[in-house]
């Protein structure tokens, strides 16, 4: 029963579980990893109880696994979430994001007079401070920091 | 062969400090003997996508004193760009057009950008409030050729700290070099961190002024940039700091026999008519010095030096 309860969001026989989401994150998630697209079964759940967030989101992908570069992306929304790889319902590994040295079209530059805001240039950005999630613009080489970041549509 | 063939000159930062040296060195040899026509079989494409009186001029002369052929425009007005092609069409037109492309843009970025897509090196002729890399490449040559040497120098930089491109490079290019840094701004216009945070990282001083006259006896560079008065939000703050970036002939009582005075031109007002006359105005042989530098990286640029 304990178990039925907190199954809100069914398991997979194989695939890929994204938990500990922040809540206003979710759908930022499924979009840096180009799953509106995914043509098999992508089970979201929102605002679901968490003892470590009080509330979070997660995601859990059939059939789909996913690099340690794909997941790095998305540590930018999702700094807390944890990466969980499912074979046969098994847990065969499990890990966190990790902001990666170099973002590539996730983020949108800060800067309204950069080439990347005026034309079809996907953006592209070296991380300068992890910490206070800072990144500089490979092509304006302005800033771009927490308070002013808006992601690629 | 030079490292620099084939490269692009986007950002002062893309050339290594022995790299600026042999730039120097090779404009040196254009400046005693500016017409030889060693890019005759080029073709260069000077696209200005914004209005330039110096730079493109200077480009232009120095393209043309090598017999390169130059092709392009200096106003987007009737090309393909007001029919609204994109910048990656024009330069992957132009790239099969030309050997070398000398772009400005107001868009930031947009020579990187251009880089990344040409198939012919880009120099970067300015690219909004971004980057000016020619523009330092001669305030470079400049101080050499006045002081003799780029290393051990005080450098005073006086105006516009805040928004000057050409300052910010320069001050980047002359952590190289063991500058000292003596910077005089209104309160609202000081370098911004990210800029004094290069000096610190190269182990390099820098002090902090709003009275110009507290730095003509240190200095070797005096470089003046314009105040703008549109960069104040409030013009009573204008109205009391205009004066106390502008130069006059009186105040330079004092100053190290081998100072010298630059400025990115165009000047307005910060330095008066009467400083002209005086030993250390150096501010118009900066501008022709852009012809030799900019001779320089494109020979260097094109393989031919």
Known sequence: MENKKEMVVSAIENGTVIDHIATGSVYQVIRILGLEGYKDEVLIGNYLHSGKLGKKGIVKIKNRHFTRAEIDKIALVAPLATIIDIENYKVVSKFRAEIPDHIDNVVRCANPKCITNAEAVPTRFDVVDRENLKLRCHYCEKFTSKETMKFVE | MSTLKGRNLISITDFSKEEYIEVLDIAEDFEKNPKQKILSDKVVAT????????????????????????????????????????????????????????????????????????????????????????????????????????????????????????????????????????????????????????????????????DMRDIIPTADIIYMTRVQRERFPDPMEYERVKDSCILTASMLEGCKPNMRILHPLPRVNEITTDVDKTPYAYYFQQAQNGVYVRQALMAAILGVR
């Open chain 2, 47 to 210: 696209l200005f996508f914004e209005p330039s009186t110096r730079t493109r001029l200077s480009f232009e002369s120095a393209a043309n004193q090598l017999g390169a052929r130059i092709i392009g425009f200096s106003d987007p007005g009737g090309t393909s760009v007001q029919k609204g092609e994109s910048l990656h069409d024009t330069i992957v037109m132009v790239s099969s057009y030309s050997d070398l492309i000398v772009m400005r843009n107001p868009k930031e970025g947009s020579s990187r950008y251009a880089s990344e897509v040409a198939s012919v090196p880009v120099i970067n002729a300015g690219d909004g409030a971004n980057q000016h890399p020619t523009q330092c490449m001669l305030d470079l040559y400049s101080i050499r050729k006045t002081q003799g040497t780029l290393e051990n120098l005080q450098i005073a930089m006086v105006g516009d700290l805040k928004y000057g491109r050409t300052v910010h490079s320069l001050v980047q290019a002359m952590c190289n070099f063991n500058a000292t840094f003596h910077l005089v701004s209104p309160q609202e216009l000081k370098l911004p961190s990210s800029v004094k945070m290069s000096i610190k990282d190269a182990g390099l001083k820098y002090y902090q002024y709003t």
